[in-house]
C-alpha cells in the first residue's frame, strides 16, 4: 500500500522491516504527520513471505530522531534498525519498481518492461516505468480501480471517458486497449503527465490519449458538461470531496463514476459529497485497506453490496 505522493526530486529514503499489520499501521500514520506533495510511504510484502518492508520517501532532509520517535510506538524497538539513504532521482525510479510483480485485473496485466515474456495471447498488456508518477498498479487503490473498470466494460461500451488525477495513466490505457476510443485524462502535475505521455507511446496508444495538465476538470477537454459517461478519480478524499460538484457537472445522466484513493473511514464523507450531487453509490470493494466505490449519476440512492477482502 502507498499513502501520499511520491515527491518530484526525493533526497532520502527510509527502509524499516516489521510485519503486515504494523507496517500498514505506520504507513498510515507516516502518511497524515507528512505533506503528501513532499513524501511517500509504501509497505509491501518481502519475499520471504514472512516480513514487510516499509519505504518512506522524503523531497527534503528528514529529522531522524523525529520519525524514530514517531514510529517506536507503532513498531517498537525495530524502529533501531531502520536505514536513512541519500538517493537521486533515478535511484528513486529504480527503487520504487524492485520487485514488482506483474499485476492481473481481468485481462489487463499491469507489467514492467522485465516482465514482458509473462504476457499471454489474449492479455491486454499494459507496460508501466513508473517514473516519478503514482500508480504502478500494485497500490490497493489502482488496483481496485482496474477491477472495478474492468466490471464496467463488462457491462457496456462507454461513449466517452475521463481520467481524473491519471498519474501513471494506467486506468485511461486500461479503457483505450480494451475499446480502441479516445480517452481524456489530466493531472495537476506536469511530471505526471509527461510520464504517462511516455507511457502511451511506449504502450502504441497515442492516438487514443487526450492529455491536459490541469487542476480537476478545469480543462477544455475535461469541463464538457454531461459529456462522459464514465469518470474515474483515483486521488485523495480531501479533493475528491472537493471536486464532487465539477465531476457531477462533466458526468454524463446515468453515467458510472469510480473513485478511490480512500481509506474505509473516508468513505461516509464522501458518498455524502457526491449524494449532495445526484450521483449515489451502486458498489464499493476495499483492497488492501483502500476503498474503491462505484457510483451512479441519476435516480434515487439503490440498496449496495459490499465486497472485498
Known sequence: MLEGLPPHQPTRLMRLRTDERRAKALTE????????????????????????LLEAYFADLPDEDVIRELARPVVGDAVDDATFDTLGRKDWVKASLEGLKP???????????????????????????AALAFGTGHHGTTRGCLLAVAAELKRGRPRAMLDVGTGTGILAFAVAKALHTRVVAGDIDPEAIRTARENARLN??????SLYVAPGV?????????????????????PLRRLAPAIARVLAPGGTLILSGLLVRDV????SAYAAQGIHLRSRSVLEGWATLVLRRGGAAPRHRRSGR
Open 204 to 209: 502504441g496508444i497515442s492516438p487514443h490519449l
Open 29 to 52: 500514520l507516516l502518511g497524515e504527520v507528512f505533506d503528501p506533495a513532499e513524501s511517500a510511504v509504501a509497505s509491501f510484502e518481502s519475499e520471504d513471505g514472512k516480513t514487510w
Open 268 to 271: 461516509p464523507g464522501v458518498l
Open 103 to 129: 499485476v492481473r485485473a481481468w485481462r489487463f496485466l499491469v507489467h514492467g518492461s522485465h516482465d514482458r515474456a509473462g504476457i499471454r495471447p489474449n492479455d491486454l498488456a499494459i507496460e508501466i516505468e
Open 218 to 238: 478545469r480543462h477544455a477537454m475535461a469541463d464538457r458538461p454531461g459529456r462522459f459517461d464514465l469518470v474515474t478519480a483515483n486521488i485523495l478524499a480531501a
